[in-house]
């Protein structure tokens, strides 16, 4: 499937922390023909085993995290705006007359609200996630019939195409990743393996990380590649600490990752000219493989990340390229291992 | 067509102040053969409807075409978007928001520094207009040049949406007063009236300055979207308006002091035909009246408004009902106003 066509089925799918049900079967259909996938109920992740599984085959976990940043329900108010707490880093210049679904006993549309600037002394100053109501348009009554304490929401916005083939939208952290994992096992559809390829699409990566930690657990992976997104240069960055878009695959480089899987992807891009960048980081990597490495006895691990602008915005940007590109990195280097 | 799908279609159309172009070429295409009209050199589209009984004082109706917005001001070397408000935005809900630019529609989107890279005093204050930019994707500015140039004009993304009886769109203020005023001129009205589509009432009543001269009227009514603050978030004395009360028939804001004897026969009016009719509470906001009541010798004006949460964004949020009153008053007002 085409690249951009795989966002706009994963990234208007709900799924924020805790409640990636929707999200993770957006992505399980699509990997359908290539294996068996199954939501996991206990830790909310989707776990996918491509055709051909093997006991007696090593195991390589490929982790993308299928929840996002959203909101949770805390009080309905009886005149029916809802109070809600972040779940995961909310940027609080994004928040006021953004447009939001909450996820109840249906999905219902509202608004997060801002006073008019009319009314406002001092528009400068930006409300913290506790001082917004979302407004959804019903009574405290009707509201109360829909949502619950508890209920989720996340901001509307699907994936939309910008110049080239750049594409911006809600949720591309870490959908992003998740289609990477899909077009790597596109690519690989009717190839004969040395190993196992396990795809955990995980939940909770913005809370902690949970859904890594326990899904890791149970299938006991041999060595873990975490797809995640990071920071792409933009204005106003420090371009030390930033990737670029567009300039491929982030490999990432760590005290707390395995320095011979680094190599290997390296090594990997060289020979097969694809382009990449190198992620120095100096300790724990701020991804899901930061869970992953000290499952059960510890596991080899290593990050690739897609360079993301805005991240945990509305308006995250990423490249196809750079999907592309890591997707075929993948296939080649999971290709060569035996 | 139902007042409703007229909304819906005309807050789709892209029109900030000085651009309305869209919004006047569908208005014309609506009102073609149902009246008299003329486009005067600023934009403003004034028509005239004629009606069963000619009086001897002319009527005046009028609502604005444009809506806020952004207009480009420069490309830097790496092919980002600087702009300017048009018209009040508030600089807190720009952020993150997708924006269509001139007239091929390029999107793009508003952003800034990753929120893991702020610095803590960063974290709690809107990024100010001249440090935001659009990104549309472009690397350069020859590339960005391709597709965008200085003094395009910006919009917000839309999306028209309900949310139970109420309505989320950008641009109701103001084109709730043009689905109104394209409702009567489709109902046929009884006295002669003048129907006057304004431009650039956003950056300061510019085109009801020009439209009130040209038909010199005796009375006029405006009708506008106004601030309602009916949100947990204000106390009750500072909400203006609510939704759900009603049309809003103020006595003051900031740009007029309304003609008492029309404030109370809208009043009247409502009591008498069951149709909600509340006022605003804080003297705030201002609209076309501001220009239209000291127009040549004086014109008596009042405004009738559809309360509307979030002015001015991306997310303004209307009652139904609150629509239908208006448009309910406006058609008694338009009739009784001749009997004073």
């Known amino acids: 499937m085409e690249t951009f066509d795989i966002l706009c089925k994963l990234c208007p799918s709900f799924g924020v922390s805790g409640d990636e049900q929707e999200a993770a079967e957006a992505a399980l259909k699509i990997l359908a023909p290539y294996g068996e996938g199954t939501f996991d109920k206990k830790t909310g992740n989707a776990v996918f085993r491509r055709s051909g599984y093997d006991e007696s085959k090593k195991t390589i976990l490929l982790d993308a995290h299928i929840d996002e940043i959203g909101f949770v329900v805390t009080y309905i108010t009886d005149d029916g705006f809802l109070k809600v707490a972040p779940v995961g880093g909310i940027d609080r210049r994004m928040l006021l007359a953004s447009e939001v679904t909450v996820f109840g006993k249906q999905q219902v549309r509202g608004v997060i609200t801002s006073t008019p600037p009319h009314l406002e002394d001092d528009n400068k100053k930006l409300p913290e996630v506790s001082d917004i109501y979302i407004d959804i348009g019903m009574t405290g009554e009707e509201a109360r019939s829909i949502i619950s304490l508890g209920d989720k929401a996340c901001v509307v916005n699907s994936p939309v195409r910008l110049l080239g083939s750049r594409v911006s939208g809600k949720a591309l952290d870490d959908r992003s990743g998740a289609a990477v994992l899909i077009k790597t096992v596109e690519l690989l559809a009717d190839k004969q393996l040395g190993v196992n390829v396990v795809l955990l699409l995980s939940s909770k990566e913005e809370i902690h990380g949970v859904g890594a930690m326990t899904g890791a657990f149970d299938i006991s992976p041999d060595m873990a590649i975490a797809f995640d997104v990071s920071f792409a240069y933009t204005q106003g960055e420090d371009k030390e600490e930033c990737g670029e878009l567009s300039k491929g695959p982030m490999i990432g480089i760590s005290p707390s990752l395995s320095r011979e899987l680094s190599d290997a992807l390296i090594s990997c891009a060289k020979e097969k000219n694809i382009p990449y960048q190198l992620e120095i980081m100096n300790g724990r990597t701020g991804t899901n493989a930061d869970m992953i490495t000290v499952s059960k006895g510890g596991v080899r691990s290593v990050t690739v990340s897609i360079p993301e602008k805005y991240m945990h915005t509305p308006a995250e940007i990423v490249d196809i390229d750079d999907i592309d590109n890591t997707a075929l990195l993948l296939a080649e280097f999971i290709g060569g291992l035996e | ?340």
Do not use: W
């Not at chain 2, 020859?142 to 769109?169: H, P, R, W």
């Not at chain 2, 109104?180 to 304004?198: A, K, S």
């Not at chain 2, 939704?243 to 008498?272: C, H, P």
């Open chain 2, 1 to 340: 067509m139902d007042i409703l799908t007229e909304l819906e279609t005309l807050c789709g159309l892209n029109g900030i102040s000085g651009d309305e172009g869209a919004v006047r070429e569908y208005i014309i295409s609506q009102i073609e053969g149902k009246c008299e009209y003329s486009i005067d050199p600023l934009g403003n589209i004034i028509a005239f409807c004629k009606g069963i009984k000619t009086p001897d004082k002319k009527l005046m109706i009028s609502a604005h075409m444009d809506e806020v917005g952004f207009i480009v001001t420069y490309i830097t070397d790496k092919g980002l978007i600087k702009f300017a408000p048009v018209g009040g935005v508030d600089p807190r809900i720009v952020f993150g928001k997708r924006v269509s630019i001139g007239k091929n529609g390029i999107v793009g989107v508003v952003g800034g520094k990753a929120l893991h890279h702020l610095e803590s005093d960063e974290k709690e204050k809107a990024v100010p207009f001249d440090k935001l930019y659009i990104d549309i994707g472009a690397d350069s500015k020859e590339q960005a040049e391709k597709y965008v140039s200085l003094g395009d004009s910006v919009c917000f993304d839309n999306s028209f949406i309900t949310m139970g009886d109420k309505i989320k769109s950008k641009a109701i203020d103001d084109r709730a007063g043009c689905a109104v005023m394209l409702d009567m001129i489709r109902q046929g009205v009884e006295y002669d009236t003048y129907f006057t589509f304004v431009v650039q009432e956003e950056i300061g009543l510019r085109g009801s300055t020009a439209a009130a001269y040209t038909v010199a009227p005796d009375y006029a009514i405006v009708l506008e979207a106004t601030t309602a603050a009916d949100i947990p978030a204000s106390s009750d004395d500072k909400r203006v308006c609510e939704l759900d009360k009603g049309a809003v028939v103020s006595f003051m804001d900031r740009s007029t002091m309304y003609d008492k004897e029309l404030y109370q026969l809208a009043f009247d009016i409502g009591a008498q035909k069951g149709i909600p009719v509340q006022t605003k509470t804080m003297v705030a906001g201002g609209n076309d009246a501001g220009a239209i009541h000291k127009s040549r010798g004086g014109v008596r004006t009042c405004a009738l408004s559809v309360p509307c949460r979030y002015l001015h964004s991306p997310s303004c949020v209307i009652s139904k009902n609150d629509l239908q009153s208006v448009r309910a008053l406006a058609g008694e007002l338009s009739k009784r106003i001749f009997e004073l």
